[in-house]
């Protein structure tokens, strides 16, 4: 299969996981309100932040780890790693829910332990989607995400569907499915919610790996020979000597006076622990996506923190969902990119990159015209009459995504051949460039205003003809105008990266 072909396919699994996934927000924004809704998503910030402490060593470089270590000694390092990660998350989760409210009360604590096995888990299929990517297997890859998706939704449904049938009394006596939906009472919580996460994830992650058993096996055994060939090479004459004799190469030069060597060495040779250099490019390549998550997430931290309606949280983080989901097409160019990349290909790679980018753009672009001309009433009807400014919101960004669907390939490619470093660096350039547009707004309210004014009069100018428009519905923050820049900043730095290569 061309990688054209691997990518337009890619898109459409991507598309349909998107379609799945704004499903499942659609349920639960009606379900839970828009101030529900913003209590969920904060949560999910929390676990996200969890999270990308935890891939630092278990995320986006487990391919490259199988590649160098092999599969086995990934897969025992990242169960410490993800044991311990979450530990922690519902150590100093129950520490400051006891702090502040000085007991742990049930609902607390459905939180304190959903939230840990959910990381667990997430961790788990990091592995596998790391396993599915070391293998090439792009479309495996692209099936389990759909999968997880596919029962977000119908657990989801399932839990409504009890809830609809428990009720007995009152107005909503004899409610059904499809009336509770409709009429959207607040009857979902961020625990029942949490909860259906965390099982969706346990059914999809043992179904997959099920049905892929074979390529499992195959690695795992490959591996155990591979170690026990290492250990009868490196025994020597173990029955004559009774010593055992390392080989120069694994040991180093090590002496007595070099107690920090041997210790190192030891380090290096340890089944359950990777060498210093994994935990090197884990960092730098998990530091990259952290400062990559802070750049995409400040307004939403900025505007919680400065805003005293809670639910415009709740509203921007249903504007961010169809950031992401347009992100798919862009994302799924970058992820036949990196495939490309850790494999052997015959197809010129950079040649493919440029194509990749030029489509990304395209794509992306006549996406984000279509959704920025649906109506108002559409948000409203399909996500509660609280959610009825989001298209507001997603105009404004409308650039910012155009930007990241070009820097999304160049990123990707970067990242598979180990340039971590060069990527952190671009995108902390990023932050630095949006903190510096933040402050400037504090410091020269007057020229921020005349700049505010002008993005709406654009705004105002390009859609007239729209008889639902309404002028005076548009939302302009300087939160979310500072992304331009930001990203304008990043596209410059990625490219000029792709050019010093050439």
């Excluded at 990308?52 to 060593?57: D, F």
């Excluded at 959903?114 to 990517?133: K, M, W």
């Excluded at 090590?254 to 340890?270: Q, T």
């Amino acid at each position: 299969m061309t990688a054209h072909r691997l990518a337009n396919r890619t898109i459409i699994w991507q598309g349909v996981k998107a379609v799945l996934a704004i499903l499942v927000v659609v349920l639960y924004s009606r379900m839970m309100g828009a101030a529900g809704r913003g209590h969920l998503s904060i949560w999910l910030m929390n676990i996200q932040l969890f999270m990308l402490v935890l891939e630092w060593m278990v995320g986006s470089t487990l391919p490259n780890f199988m590649i160098q270590y092999g599969v086995k000694r990934t897969l025992r390092f990242s169960i410490i790693v993800s044991v311990g990660v979450s530990a922690i998350w519902m150590a100093l989760h129950s520490c400051w829910i006891w702090i502040n409210k000085g007991a742990l009360p049930l609902t607390e604590l459905s939180l304190v332990f959903g939230g840990g096995t959910l990381i667990l888990l997430l961790s788990v299929v990091n592995v596998v989607l790391g396993f599915y990517q070391f293998k090439g297997l792009v479309e495996k890859r692209n099936q389990l995400q759909i999968s997880i998706e596919l029962l977000k939704l119908l657990l989801l449904l399932a839990v409504l569907a009890f809830i609809a049938k428990i009720i007995v009394v009152g107005p909503l006596q004899g409610l059904g499915l499809l009336g509770l939906i409709w009429i959207a009472p607040p009857v979902l919580s961020t625990e029942s919610v949490s909860w259906v996460l965390v099982f969706s994830l346990v059914i999809a992650v043992l179904v997959s790996i099920f049905l892929n058993r074979k390529l499992w096996w195959i690695e795992l055994r490959n591996d155990a020979i591979s170690e026990n060939g290492l250990d009868s090479e490196n025994c020597g004459d173990s029955e004559n000597s009774g010593e055992v004799t390392l080989p120069e190469e694994k040991l180093g030069k090590v002496n007595s006076e070099n107690l920090g060597l041997k210790a190192f060495s030891f380090l290096e040779s340890n089944r359950w622990i990777l060498p210093r250099k994994a935990f090197s490019d884990g960092f730098w390549s998990q530091a990259g996506h952290l400062v990559y998550f802070a750049i995409t997430r400040a307004p939403l931290w900025a505007l919680n923190m400065w805003s005293a309606d809670k639910s415009i949280i709740g509203v921007l983080a249903n504007v961010w969902l169809m950031w992401d989901t347009l992100m798919v097409i862009a994302n799924s160019y970058g992820v036949v990119i990196h495939s490309m990349a850790l494999q052997p290909s015959s197809e010129n790679i950079r040649g493919v990159l440029g194509q990749f980018i030029r489509k990304s753009f395209v794509r992306s672009l006549l996406v984000c015209l279509v959704v920025s001309v649906i109506p108002d009433d559409v948000f409203s009807s399909i996500f509660g009459w609280e959610f009825s400014n989001m298209n507001r919101y997603f105009i404004l960004i409308v650039p910012t995504i155009l930007l990241s669907a070009i820097c999304s390939p160049i990123a990707h490619w970067l990242h598979a051949n180990n340039r971590f470093f060069e990527l952190f660096r671009i995108y902390l350039s990023a932050v630095i460039v949006y903190v510096s547009f933040i402050v400037f707004g504090l410091f020269f309210p007057g020229i921020v205003y005349c700049i505010k004014l002008n993005v709406k009069g654009f705004i105002e100018e390009l859609f007239s003809n729209r008889s639902f428009y309404s002028s005076d519905l548009v939302v302009v923050n300087w939160e979310v105008v500072a992304l331009f820049p930001a990203f304008f900043c990043m596209f410059l730095l990625l490219l000029r990266s792709l050019r010093r290569t050439e």
